[in-house]
T-cell receptor
Framework: AQKITQTQPGMFVQEKEAVTLDCTYDTSDPSYGLFWYKQPSSGEMIFLIYQGSYDQQNATEGRYSLNFQKARKSANLVISASQLGDSAMYFCAMREFSWSSASKIIFGSGTRLSIRP | ETGVTQTPRHLVMGMTNKKSLKCEQH?????MYWYKQSAKKPLELMFVYNFKEQTENNSVPSRFSPECPNSSHLFLHLHTLQPEDSALYLC?????????????FGPGTRLTVT
């Protein structure tokens, strides 16, 4: 069965430092996608970055990059030059490939990131 | 108009009330989802609709009743809820079945059952 594990319930980081949020996953399907979402205190889930299981290179989106290590089944999110506005909950998520129906995403338990000024 | 909208944003209801949550997406997606987010618990998928057809019901109690009249609108009808149903209810949409498409979320409805 699919499973997403985020082992850091909370992290504190100094502004302008880089931060790595851990995510490991478990699946028996060779085709899958990995996502990171940010949830500020307002509640909305904001998509940050996507990595496909067959992608050869790590995904990057601005200050966000995904450190994808397929053999270790890890998909850590790296935020460079953190900003106060990065304080939020961060969720790692995975979906398996399905032709037959809308494929569902499963989410990890999240990491609360707090940026200190 | 923003991508996925949800109304109301906040709802307080008694256990005997009947209310409905509404979700609308303006992204041309074909799949829509309801999630429940309780404090200190991972996001729980409740229902999935693809081209208006329900494709997933994640063992949700019958006091939650979804309705998807078209690919742009999704409702969650609530009746005789329990206090433990208090949570943030998030709606999402995506373009399926291609693997790479992420889900776009609405702002959520914060529900309190008294």
């Amino acid at each position: 069965a699919q499973k997403i594990t985020q082992t850091q319930p909370g992290m504190f980081v100094q502004e302008k430092e880089a931060v790595t949020l851990d995510c490991t996953y478990d699946t028996s399907d060779p085709s899958y996608g990995l996502f990171w979402y940010k949830q500020p205190s307002s509640g909305e889930m904001i998509f940050l970055i996507y990595q496909g299981s067959y992608d050869q290179q790590n995904a990057t989106e601005g200050r966000y990059s995904l450190n994808f290590q397929k053999a270790r089944k890890s998909a850590n999110l790296v935020i460079s030059a953190s900003q106060l506005g990065d304080s939020a909950m961060y969720f790692c998520a995975m979906r398996e490939f399905s032709w037959s129906s809308a494929s569902k995403i499963i989410f990890g338990s999240g990491t609360r990131l707090s940026i200190r000024p | 108009e923003t991508g996925v909208t949800q109304t109301p944003r906040h709802l307080v209801m008694g256990m005997t009330n009947k209310k409905s949550l509404k979700c609308e997406q303006h992204l041309g997606h074909n799949a829509m989802y309801w999630y429940k987010q309780s404090a200190k618990k991972p996001l729980e998928l409740m229902f999935v609709y693809n081209f208006k057809e329900q494709t997933e019901n994640n063992s949700v109690p019958s006091r939650f009743s979804p309705e998807c009249p078209n690919s742009s609108h999704l409702f969650l009808h609530l009746h005789t809820l329990q206090p433990e149903d208090s949570a943030l209810y998030l709606c999402a949409s995506s373009q399926d079945p291609p693997l790479g498409y992420e889900q776009y979320f609405g702002p959520g409805t914060r529900l309190t059952v008294t």
